[in-house]
T-cell receptor
Framework: KAGVTQTPRYLIKTRGQQVTLSCSPI?????VSWYQQTPGQGLQFLFE???????NKGNFPGRFSGRQFSNSRSEMNVSTLELGDSALYLC????????????FGPGTRLTVL | TQLLEQSPQFLSIQEGENLTVYCNSS?????LQWYRQEPGEGPVLLVT?????EVKKLKRLTFQFGDARKDSSLHITAAQPGDTGLYLC???????????FGKGTKLSVIP
């Protein structure tokens, strides 16, 4: 079974631009979560989607948004990029429930210049 | 807000040595997970502990969940270069889908 895939793997943007990252979960997984990883703050939860609905949201500004499609694929969007948004963005999928294991993708490395 | 403190932040040891990594919180977690992350990759789940006092072994790795479910430790026996990586603990509250991560322990095992 294929793992979680994220595209693109690397991205360079400039301040003020917007960016869209994509995540394809493991087949059969209906829950997708997004995390931001930086050296200073570590891994921080952004949001989780289940069956096209946002089920949980972390403490990030409204510039960070996401959505999930009927095939469970998910996208996250960051508008008006800031230098501090440079990070590794990780996507994780699980079947559905709280006790189901989350499987992480390799991440998208975003650099904002 | 639930927080997880990991220590030490960095650890550099010789092959064959033993080590322990700690994960502490003032909050109670319904479950706690340990992950290992290698450069350029996402975290990979090593173990989940759910019962206070639980001990799980995975080859040379021993994981323990504190009796009060507020802390956990990871002990590696006879470390090998292949153990090198970033070790992360993550906890979730009862019924919560959100994982809270510690900042990680970067382990280097020198041959």
């Amino acid at each position: 079974k294929a793992g979680v895939t994220q595209t693109p793997r690397y991205l360079i943007k400039t301040r003020g631009q917007q960016v869209t990252l994509s995540c394809s979960p493991i087949s059969g997984h209906r829950s997708v979560s997004w995390y931001q990883q930086t050296p200073g703050q570590g891994l921080q939860f952004l949001f989780e989607y289940f069956s096209e609905t946002q089920r949980n949201k972390g403490n990030f500004p409204g510039r960070f948004s996401g959505r999930q499609f009927s095939n469970s694929r998910s996208e996250m969007n960051v508008s008006t990029l800031e230098l501090g948004d440079s990070a590794l963005y990780l996507c994780a999928s699980r079947v559905a429930g709280v006790r189901d294991t989350q499987y992480f993708g390799p991440g998208t490395r975003l650099t904002v210049l | 807000t639930q927080l997880l403190e990991q220590s030490p932040q960095f650890l550099s040891i010789q092959e064959g040595e033993n080590l322990t990594v700690y994960c502490n919180s003032s909050s109670v977690f319904s479950s706690l997970q340990w992950y290992r992350q290698e450069p350029g990759e996402g975290p990979v789940l090593l173990v989940t502990v759910v019962t206070g006092g639980e001990v799980k072994k995975l080859k040379r790795l021993t994981f323990q969940f504190g009796d009060a479910r507020k802390d956990s430790s990871l002990h590696i026996t006879a470390a090998q270069p292949g153990d090198t990586g970033l070790y992360l603990c993550a906890g979730s509250g009862a019924g919560s889908y959100q994982l809270t991560f510690g900042k990680g322990t970067k382990l280097s095992v020198i041959p």
